[in-house]
């Protein structure tokens, strides 16, 4: 049973008959057969499919010459990187590179290294080369998938999962340095976070552990042109699966790769987000898509380097069709540079494994490229070494961070220091709603027009008028709005307020209903002639599959588009309070929400002037626990964007929270006193109250 907010949030009863009459009108779904999808589903299927085809290839899409491709070139990479977390670039501090042993077996020897990226992230790896060693020889970057290999409790990394490809690239002439990933290494960090919902801060924070992955190759690379047996000129890179997600990243924001060889690792939007493969994706394969972009800039980006795309015809997690048109976009930039012989896609019969037909290939390209020459593979891979031979550490270190690698990877804002005036707190609230507009809510519709409502039907009984709506917030979403008036008051119908109601609320509505004795209390129509109550996408009748995993899936299908399911519900609620004031010629009306439905009330306030009043009971004091918001962490919190409601110089309006944390409020009444209080509010009044 849900626990209901404080009794001055719904304190008035409706008969029972009121209520049914009232969700009837709302058009609430009946219930759908576990085989049939709800309407909530069909809704955001569709809507996926349209958002992805509105960037379905971006942003590649208009770029119709070399000279067009090369003006965004480096704007791309640096967007690219700064949607792995990398901008600012790191600095790269000393690499404390360590060798903990050698072996020597067959020709070849393998050095037993750790490093560290950034002080405290260990990398790592063992590297395989010729025994004998005539000169500079051309070195392969090799990154490894989701190999565990894991005895007894102890990791030995998934390096030794692929020891066989390095010990090929070192029979034929390479140095290979092969690499454990994050979480699968001999220290296990983590690669998920909303994945399984252990981590949905990472969305506001900008984290993604593919940055991890990213700069420990860049810092691989830079051990690799350490070394005196290295041509630092000839340096490729492959993997597969997790391992060639790497070999596209690495290759994209570093143009000292000369040769790469992607192994089932990439495939376009439409399959992730229309055909669902994120389901079996975990974190580590995906940038904060800020930007909009799909994933067929990768191979774009490395033109017109030598690449080859290698996939099977049946691998369920990088379907076919996707990975022919991420070609046919590359091929058009390699095309553009008179360099089409240097992208090739090679397609093996087969699932998700690692294969020998697969490798051959893999084999060729990279000493076609870096040694220049094209001898017959008449070798295979195998193992040669037990997984006990490649352990580097006996002990894990002391100072390791890559357990907690995603508290610093990429850095949460500091708390924001009090304005000494007036111009200084424009300037610095509108540059966060400026970095608000471009780095979280970029994914919201460019769209000019006003959501409109459609009236469906309204009854009037016992002194109540009731009205059921329609409000289209974008193309294709369709949510129930209900508004209630009663025919007797001396409140006047212009002063109104919008109820948002999350799912627990929604369903206790439901829970009440059912019992013939119980009467409904849901709605605060004191001081208030109009009361609209609204639920938002996924709420109540455009609710989705809520089984655990379907549903985490669907919000991870929003991240990929360059959204997020809370930045598209601010979307909701603003549009909804736009459309409601145009429809009722009021200037403004309040809102009113509890828990994270308050903090979504908050930020469509910074957005939507006719938002009024706001009446948030116990909203989220720190993003950490909503709302999710793409990269918000790196530049404010929920103290800065209660300021910027309550200060609002252009939209004056009280705030009355009710919370138990007072430090939500602090900077909001501390901005307040140093900036000129604006008209229509005392001067003894805070910027915020609480109850």
């Given at each position: 049973?849900?626990?209901?907010?404080?009794?001055?949030?719904?304190?008035?009863?409706?008969?029972?008959?009121?209520?049914?009459?009232?969700?009837?009108?709302?058009?609430?779904?009946?219930?759908?057969?576990?085989?049939?999808?709800?309407?909530?589903?069909?809704?955001?299927?569709?809507?996926?499919?349209?958002?992805?085809?509105?960037?379905?290839?971006?942003?590649?899409?208009?770029?119709?010459?070399?000279?067009?491709?090369?003006?965004?070139?480096?704007?791309?990479?640096?967007?690219?990187?700064?949607?792995?977390?990398?901008?600012?670039?790191?600095?790269?501090?000393?690499?404390?590179?360590?060798?903990?042993?050698?072996?020597?077996?067959?020709?070849?020897?393998?050095?037993?290294?750790?490093?560290?990226?950034?002080?405290?992230?260990?990398?790592?790896?063992?590297?395989?080369?010729?025994?004998?060693?005539?000169?500079?020889?051309?070195?392969?970057?090799?990154?490894?998938?989701?190999?565990?290999?894991?005895?007894?409790?102890?990791?030995?990394?998934?390096?030794?999962?692929?020891?066989?490809?390095?010990?090929?690239?070192?029979?034929?002439?390479?140095?290979?340095?092969?690499?454990?990933?994050?979480?699968?290494?001999?220290?296990?960090?983590?690669?998920?976070?909303?994945?399984?919902?252990?981590?949905?801060?990472?969305?506001?924070?900008?984290?993604?552990?593919?940055?991890?992955?990213?700069?420990?190759?860049?810092?691989?690379?830079?051990?690799?042109?350490?070394?005196?047996?290295?041509?630092?000129?000839?340096?490729?890179?492959?993997?597969?699966?997790?391992?060639?997600?790497?070999?596209?990243?690495?290759?994209?924001?570093?143009?000292?790769?000369?040769?790469?060889?992607?192994?089932?690792?990439?495939?376009?939007?439409?399959?992730?987000?229309?055909?669902?493969?994120?389901?079996?994706?975990?974190?580590?394969?995906?940038?904060?898509?800020?930007?909009?972009?799909?994933?067929?800039?990768?191979?774009?980006?490395?033109?017109?380097?030598?690449?080859?795309?290698?996939?099977?015809?049946?691998?369920?997690?990088?379907?076919?069709?996707?990975?022919?048109?991420?070609?046919?976009?590359?091929?058009?930039?390699?095309?553009?540079?008179d360099k089409a012989p240097n992208l090739a896609l090679t397609i093996i019969p087969g699932g998700h494994a690692d294969t020998q037909p697969l490798?051959?290939?893999?084999?060729?390209?990279?000493?076609?490229?870096?040694?220049?020459?094209?001898?017959?593979?008449?070798?295979?891979?195998?193992?040669?070494?037990?997984?006990?031979?490649?352990?580097?550490?006996?002990?894990?270190?002391e100072d390791e961070i890559n357990t907690k690698a995603e508290e610093t990877f990429v850095a949460a804002a500091e708390p924001a220091k009090v304005?000494?005036?007036?111009?200084?707190?424009?300037?610095?609230?509108?540059?966060?709603?400026?970095?608000?507009?471009?780095?979280?809510?970029?994914?919201?519709?460019?769209?000019?027009?006003?959501?409109?409502?459609?009236?469906?039907?309204?009854?009037?009984?016992?002194?109540?008028?009731?009205?059921?709506?329609?409000?289209?917030?974008?193309?294709?979403?369709?949510?129930?709005?209900?508004?209630?008036?009663?025919?007797?008051?001396?409140?006047?119908?212009?002063?109104?307020?919008?109820?948002?109601?999350?799912?627990?609320?929604?369903?206790?509505?439901?829970?009440?209903?059912?019992?013939?004795?119980?009467?409904?209390?849901?709605?605060?129509?004191?001081?208030?002639?109009?009361?609209?109550?609204?639920?938002?996408?996924?709420?109540?009748?455009?609710?989705?599959?809520?089984?655990?995993?379907?549903?985490?899936?669907?919000?991870?299908?929003?991240?990929?588009?360059?959204?997020?399911l809370d930045a598209m519900r601010v979307w909701d609620i603003a549009r909804t309070a736009k459309a409601i004031a145009k429809q009722d010629a009021?200037?403004?009306?309040?809102?009113?929400?509890?828990?994270?439905?308050?903090?979504?009330?908050?930020?469509?306030?910074?957005?939507?002037?006719?938002?009024?009043?706001?009446?948030?009971?116990?909203?989220?004091?720190?993003?950490?626990?909503?709302?999710?918001?793409?990269?918000?962490?790196?530049?404010?919190?929920?103290?800065?964007?209660?300021?910027?409601?309550?200060?609002?110089?252009?939209?004056?309006?009280?705030?009355?929270?009710?919370?138990?944390?007072?430090?939500?409020?602090?900077?909001?009444?501390?901005?307040?006193?140093?900036?000129?209080?604006?008209?229509?509010?005392?001067?003894?009044?805070?910027?915020?109250?609480?109850?």
């Amino acid at each position: 049973m849900m626990k209901l907010p404080p009794s001055n949030f719904l304190p008035e009863i409706l008969p029972m008959r009121i209520i049914v009459s009232l969700l009837l009108l709302a058009a609430v779904a009946p219930f759908a057969t576990a085989a049939e999808p709800t309407p909530g589903d069909k809704q955001a299927a569709a809507y996926f499919r349209t958002q992805t085809a509105n960037i379905a290839n971006a942003p590649l899409a208009g770029i119709d010459s070399l000279e067009a491709w090369e003006a965004k070139r480096d704007e791309y990479q640096q967007k690219l990187r700064e949607m792995l977390g990398l901008d600012p670039w790191p600095e790269k501090t000393d690499l404390k590179a360590t060798t903990t042993g050698t072996i020597e077996r067959d020709g070849i020897v393998v050095e037993k290294i750790h490093f560290q990226s950034r002080p405290g992230l260990y990398v790592t790896a063992n590297l395989y080369r010729p025994a004998k060693v005539d000169g500079k020889l051309p070195a392969v970057l090799y990154v490894c998938g989701h190999g565990r290999v894991k005895k007894d409790g102890i990791s030995y990394g998934n390096k030794t999962h692929y020891q066989h490809h390095g010990a090929w690239f070192a029979r034929n002439g390479f140095v290979c340095l092969t690499l454990d990933s994050l979480q699968l290494g001999e220290i296990e960090g983590k690669h998920r976070g909303p994945y399984d919902d252990s981590g949905q801060w990472w969305v506001n924070r900008g984290y993604t552990p593919a940055g991890v992955e990213a700069w420990n190759c860049v810092r691989a690379i830079d051990l690799l042109q350490s070394r005196d047996d290295v041509n630092a000129d000839k340096i490729g890179v492959t993997g597969r699966s997790g391992g060639g997600a790497y070999s596209w990243y690495i290759a994209a924001i570093d143009d000292r790769i000369k040769a790469a060889v992607p192994v089932a690792g990439i495939t376009d939007l439409e399959d992730h987000v229309v055909e669902g493969v994120v389901s079996g994706h975990c974190d580590c394969m995906y940038w904060v898509n800020t930007y909009g972009f799909d994933y067929t800039l990768l191979p774009a980006m490395v033109a017109p380097r030598a690449l080859m795309i290698a996939n099977t015809d049946a691998d369920p997690i990088f379907p076919l069709e996707g990975v022919q048109r991420t070609h046919l976009a590359a091929r058009k930039i390699y095309q553009l540079y008179d360099k089409a012989p240097n992208l090739a896609l090679t397609i093996i019969p087969g699932g998700h494994a690692d294969t020998q037909p697969l490798r051959i290939p893999a084999f060729y390209w990279l000493q076609k490229h870096l040694q220049g020459k094209t001898p017959p593979i008449s070798d295979v891979a195998v193992p040669k070494f037990e997984v006990e031979e490649l352990k580097v550490f006996d002990e894990i270190p002391e100072d390791e961070i890559n357990t907690k690698a995603e508290e610093t990877f990429v850095a949460a804002a500091e708390p924001a220091k009090v304005p000494s005036t007036r111009a200084e707190w424009e300037q610095m609230s509108g540059e966060w709603k400026q970095q608000l507009f471009e780095k979280s809510f970029a994914g919201w519709p460019q769209e000019a027009d006003t959501a409109e409502l459609v009236d469906n039907s309204s009854l009037e009984i016992n002194g109540w008028h009731i009205e059921s709506f329609t409000v289209t917030t974008q193309a294709g979403i369709e949510l129930p709005l209900t508004r209630i008036r009663k025919k007797q008051t001396t409140i006047p119908n212009t002063q109104s307020k919008l109820v948002l109601l999350d799912q627990a609320q929604w369903e206790q509505m439901g829970e009440e209903i059912a019992s013939a004795e119980k009467q409904l209390s849901f709605i605060d129509l004191n001081n208030y002639g109009t009361v609209y109550v609204l639920a938002v996408r996924g709420i109540g009748p455009t609710q989705w599959n809520q089984e655990t995993k379907p549903e985490i899936h669907l919000r991870r299908r929003f991240l990929l588009l360059g959204q997020s399911l809370d930045a598209m519900r601010v979307w909701d609620i603003a549009r909804t309070a736009k459309a409601i004031a145009k429809q009722d010629a009021i200037s403004q009306i309040d809102v009113e929400a509890s828990g994270n439905f308050a903090g979504l009330a908050l930020y469509a306030a910074l957005f939507e002037p006719s938002v009024g009043n706001l009446i948030l009971h116990n909203p989220p004091v720190d993003h950490r626990e909503g709302p999710y918001f793409l990269n918000v962490r790196r530049f404010m919190n929920m103290p800065e964007a209660m300021a910027m409601a309550a200060n609002d110089l252009d939209a004056p309006r009280s705030i009355d929270l009710v919370s138990d944390s007072p430090e939500l409020i602090d900077y909001s009444n501390r901005v307040k006193e140093k900036i000129n209080v604006p008209v229509g509010l005392p001067v003894e009044a805070p910027a915020v109250r609480l109850k």
